[in-house]
């Protein structure tokens, strides 16, 4: 059935038992010394990354997330440093009791064992998932594009090195080949890969939810909403939607519709002032539309269509909503949430109060930017991705959310009774 991965496979998993047995102060060794070795061969990694480069259209929303650069490998590098310093998830106490019989029942805090992870051009997952794995115990199993296989493949190689010099079993981690064919096996592998968790774009996760066999975690899409309410501030409002759409557009937590009371149609100008010096190009509807038509250039501004709600645009495109009432723009962004992040700018309390409770989404924002949707940001160390299902975890993922538990009875000769 695995003919093709059954040999990596079966050797992490033989890797994958070992891992319980380590102690946490060598794991964090090897994250550190994995930090420097990424920034002392930042310009291999860089050359990879290149190969890799050369090969996408730089206009491909993708293009963005495949490009490391020294600024990006030394921020990869900070997040393995503060993985490193935090306290390991697994032994942990979840909760004790003594039952009647004199049975001492614990839950506590185990690794899944083997987390497969399938992702596009995103090599600095690669580093984040192995060093979020290694802390929490589990073993991984690598599933890259063939659009980042050289900067992929440059990555492993560093992390095997670093395994190697501290003594661990190198197969703790492995890549792939980057055919379907793989693809197609792993997720079929019952009693080698425990959980599979997909990042990259809406098809590929449909994809692993549709054909998995072993349970998934959707790291879905983000299809992300800022409302700027009749209560709003224009100043905040404008710089919180500035960088919610244009610090990094290609990535999950940006700024994908912008809903807007109507009263306040008139702060758009104010708004749209600097998003056209990035060159943002705009879906608006009618009311906007005619509000933006002789103060934002004719080539970036479009007559928003049904298409234009409800999708993830990972570029500096967006659409705005204009919406009568508070009830209108909730009953708006609830039906084309992917329930990632969604914020709401206003001054009103009770407004944010009310906004917390009914939009159902992962991270929900008052008065600040979607951007912050982030591990790292969250103070997790680094993320494996952002949940948007609602069992196990929800949200950046991290450490916590790639344990599992199980039950440990201790007894002194007890038999349950007929």
Not at 54 to 76: A, H, Q, S, V
Not at 111 to 135: H, M, Q, W
Not at 170 to 187: C, D, I, K, Q, S
Not at 264 to 293: C, G, H, M, T, W
Request: charged fraction near 30%; glycine fraction near 6%; hydrophobic fraction near 40%.
């Amino acid at each position: 059935m695995f003919m093709k991965i059954e040999k990596q496979l079966t050797d992490v998993l033989n890797a994958s038992r070992k891992l319980t047995l380590i102690e946490d102060e060598k794991v964090n060794r090897v994250l550190l010394e994995l930090a420097d070795q990424a920034e002392a061969e930042t310009e291999k990694i860089l050359e990879e990354n290149k190969k890799d480069l050369e090969r996408m259209d730089p206009n491909d929303p993708k293009f963005d997330r495949l490009k490391l650069t020294e600024e990006r490998i030394i921020g990869i590098a900070d997040d393995i440093r503060n993985v490193a310093g935090l306290s390991t998830p697994v032994g942990k106490v979840l909760s004790e009791t003594i039952r009647p019989n004199g049975l001492k029942v614990k839950r506590i805090s185990v690794p899944f064992g083997v987390i497969g992870i399938i992702y596009e051009a995103r090599p600095n997952v690669t580093f984040d998932v192995f060093s979020l794995c290694l802390k929490s115990g589990n073993a991984c199993v690598l599933k890259g594009g063939s659009d980042a296989i050289y900067s992929n493949q440059a990555i492993v190689s560093i992390i095997k090195n670093v395994l190697e010099k501290h003594e661990l079993d190198e197969h703790v981690v492995e890549l792939l080949p980057a055919g379907r064919e793989e693809t197609n096996e792993m997720l079929r592998a019952h009693g080698f890969i425990d959980l599979i968790i997909p990042r990259g774009s809406q098809g590929l996760i449909n994809f692993v939810r549709d054909n998995a066999t072993i349970p998934v975690i959707e790291t879905g899409a983000g299809i992300c909403h800022t409302y700027f309410d009749e209560f709003g501030d224009a100043e905040k409002g404008g710089e919180i939607i500035f960088n919610a759409k244009t610090r990094r557009p290609s990535v999950c937590n940006a700024l994908d519709c912008l809903v807007i009371h109507k009263s306040r149609l008139n702060e758009l100008p104010l708004f749209a002032e600097k998003l056209q010096e990035e060159k943002v190009v705009i879906y608006a509807d009618s009311d906007s539309y005619e509000i933006l038509k002789e103060k934002y250039p004719e080539d970036l501004l479009e007559r928003a269509t049904d298409k234009s709600f409800g999708t993830e645009f990972l570029s500096l495109k967006m659409a705005i909503k204009t919406v009568e009432s508070y009830d209108e723009a909730i009953a708006h962004i609830n039906l084309y949430s992917s329930k990632h992040s969604e914020a709401i700018i206003t001054d009103n309390k009770e407004r944010i109060e009310n906004y917390k409770k009914v939009v159902d989404a992962s991270s929900v924002y008052s008065n600040a930017s979607t951007a912050y949707t982030d591990g790292a940001q969250f103070g997790l160390g680094a993320e494996i991705g952002i949940s948007t299902q609602k069992l196990h975890a929800r949200g950046p993922m991290a450490l916590e959310e790639l344990t599992s538990y199980k039950w440990i009875i201790e007894g002194n000769g007890q038999v349950r009774p007929k």
